[in-house]
């Protein structure tokens, strides 16, 4: 292969349109502008979103809720993706991240740790929030809780 050889795929460039160059072309008169209107005209056509007039659908519809931006966005994990953590491991939030125990790792506030499921080692782990299921039952398997940040 040589460089002076090398040229764009089958059909990748293709030609402008050439409107108004006469009657033979296809396309020549209005330019397939139609007869006069908005859209025929210089810099004519609507703004996207424009309904004619008519109140538009993003003012009729009626505004709900908001979103607190000082909320903080935990990283949740349920007892039972601790299950087959081995035993005397430290669980953290760069733990959970680096084995994908989490359905969703954020950049968030830190690790949250909720009871759902069981857990039978003792592991000890340090998160921002535990609820209190979680807490019992960690520290009755033998492990322990640590909060942190």
């Known amino acids: 292969m040589r460089i002076d050889t090398l040229s764009p795929a089958e059909g990748a460039r293709t030609s402008s349109k050439r409107l108004g160059r006469g009657i033979g072309s296809g396309l020549g008169k209005t330019s397939g502008k139609g007869h006069k209107g908005q859209w025929a005209r210089s810099g004519g056509g609507v703004r996207p979103g424009f309904e004619g007039g008519q109140m538009p659908m993003h003012r009729r519809v ?13 990283t949740i994990i349920n007892l039972g993706q601790l299950e087959n953590v081995p ?3 430290v669980v953290d939030y760069d733990y959970v991240a680096e084995n994908s125990l989490a359905k969703e790792v954020k950049n968030s506030a830190g690790l949250k740790v909720l009871g759902g499921g069981e857990i039978k080692v003792a592991l000890t782990v340090k998160a921002a929030k535990f609820s209190e299921t979680a807490k019992a039952a960690i520290e009755k398997a033998g492990g322990t809780c640590e909060v942190v940040g």
């Open 62 to 74: 009626p505004k709900r809720g908001f979103h607190n931006k000082w909320a903080k966005e935990y």
């Open 87 to 89: 035993a005397g491991t």
